[in-house]
């Protein structure tokens, strides 16, 4: 199950509007072990496609860093599909490298549509997970 | 003469759950192999026929290692070596 507040959320989307036609992508960080996405943070797609997307590497080391130091992992690693469903692709099961993390697919197929779906990625298993949308006061 | 190389979580099966560990060499490509030595299948995750893995990110310290000659570049003591897959993906 991934517990997010609804202006991440708000956020994630956005991101995927402003990016497309190509995939966007980022993380939202979160305290270690605590499964809790807090803090938002939109990555660079260095492929700059609309089928692809790939952290820039230096960008990769500087957050992963960040979040090192302030001891958090990456809770949510999200990303965009902008002409096919918001499920994982083949590439990114075989991509998944962060086993903890909650997998966030928004698809941009649709203006109509907001389709934003969570899931667990281990071993090369995709699992859908339900999504709580909490609200901010 | 030490050289820390930082391992991502899903390495970590390979160093016993190690974060970091260390080795020494004059290249990269001499300090993975000492890796491999005390860490078996670990070097297998990191390169491949064609060299460093694609989509596997090897920093020297604050660079990328595809820019310093790859598994050719020089490490020394001291130095910090830092490996993170990368995150990658796409709709097909």
């Known amino acids: 199950m991934l517990t997010i507040a609804a202006g991440l959320r708000d956020q994630i989307v956005a991101h995927a509007w402003a990016d497309h036609p190509d995939e966007a992508c980022g993380v939202i960080a979160g305290p270690a072990g605590s499964d809790r996405p807090e803090r938002f943070?939109?990555?660079?797609?260095?492929?700059?496609?609309?089928?692809?997307?790939?952290?820039d590497s230096l960008e990769q080391l500087h957050v992963w860093r960040e979040m090192e130091d302030r001891d958090e992992e990456p809770v949510v690693i999200y990303h965009s599909h902008t002409a096919t469903e918001a499920y994982p692709s083949r590439t990114d099961v075989s991509?998944?490298?962060?086993?903890?993390?909650?997998?966030?697919?928004?698809?941009?197929?649709?203006?109509?549509?907001?389709?934003?779906?969570?899931?667990?990625?281990?071993?090369?298993?995709v699992a859908e997970e339900p999504v709580t949308v909490t609200s901010t006061e | 003469m030490a050289i820390e190389v930082?391992?991502?979580?899903?390495?970590?099966?390979?160093?016993?759950?190690?974060?970091?560990?260390?080795?020494?060499?004059?290249?990269?490509?001499?300090?993975?192999?000492?890796?491999?030595?005390?860490?078996?299948?670990?070097?297998?995750?990191?390169?491949?026929?064609?060299?460093?893995r694609r989509f596997v990110n090897?920093?020297?310290?604050?660079?990328?290692?595809?820019?310093?000659?790859?598994l050719g570049a020089p490490v020394h003591d001291g130095d910090t070596v830092t490996v993170l897959p990368a995150v990658a993906g796409g709709s097909a």
């Open chain 1, 41 to 55: 943070i939109p990555m660079l797609n260095a492929e700059r496609s609309p089928t692809f997307y790939r952290f």
């Open chain 2, 6 to 52: 930082r391992i991502p979580t899903i390495l970590r099966t390979y160093t016993g759950g190690a974060k970091s560990v260390e080795g020494t060499g004059g290249t990269l490509d001499e300090l993975f192999a000492d890796l491999e030595a005390r860490h078996g299948g670990l070097r297998d995750r990191l390169v491949d026929d064609a060299g460093l």
């Open chain 1, 95 to 125: 991509y998944a490298s962060e086993p903890g993390a909650h997998y966030v697919l928004v698809s941009t197929r649709d203006a109509e549509a907001d389709e934003f779906r969570s899931f667990t990625i281990i071993d090369g298993v």
């Open chain 2, 58 to 70: 090897v920093y020297l310290n604050d660079e990328d290692v595809r820019f310093l000659g790859g």
